[in-house]
Nanobody, 124 residues
């Protein structure tokens, strides 16, 4: 079992930055690929970013490429999502997820463990 707890959300003006954190406990963190997903009101959950278990491979949604950076620190069982140049359309609940594999996936169905989410609101 893996427990995930996100933090770092909040209210920010357009053009600003936030850094989300996701702390994991339970299974061996360094063997798990991780992902960030978001869901805005009335919309389906969408993929944001993913990172392999080693951190050597990353993938981003086109909508955030060049603005968001995902990283991980396996020594402290934590992944991060650095969000720069935020836009109002980035407003959503952001959730981290873990999958029982070392490789990246973009489909949320491939993730077994989920955090409770953290709200990010970008004002115009």
């Amino acid at each position: 079992q893996v427990q995930l707890v996100e933090s770092g959300g909040g209210l920010v003006q357009a053009g600003g930055s936030l850094r989300l954190s996701c702390a994991a406990s339970g299974r061996t963190f360094s063997s798990l690929a991780m992902g960030w997903f978001r869901q805005a009101p009335g919309k389906e959950r969408e993929f944001v970013a993913a990172i392999s278990a080693s951190g050597g491979s990353k993938h981003y949604a086109d909508s955030v490429k060049g603005r968001f950076t995902m990283s991980r620190d396996n020594a402290i069982n934590t992944v991060y999502l650095q969000m720069n140049s935020l836009k109002p359309e980035d407003t959503a609940v952001y959730s981290c997820a873990a999958r029982r594999s070392v490789v990246i996936a973009t489909d949320p169905k491939n993730y077994a463990y989920w955090g409770q989410g953290t709200q990010v609101t970008v004002s115009s």
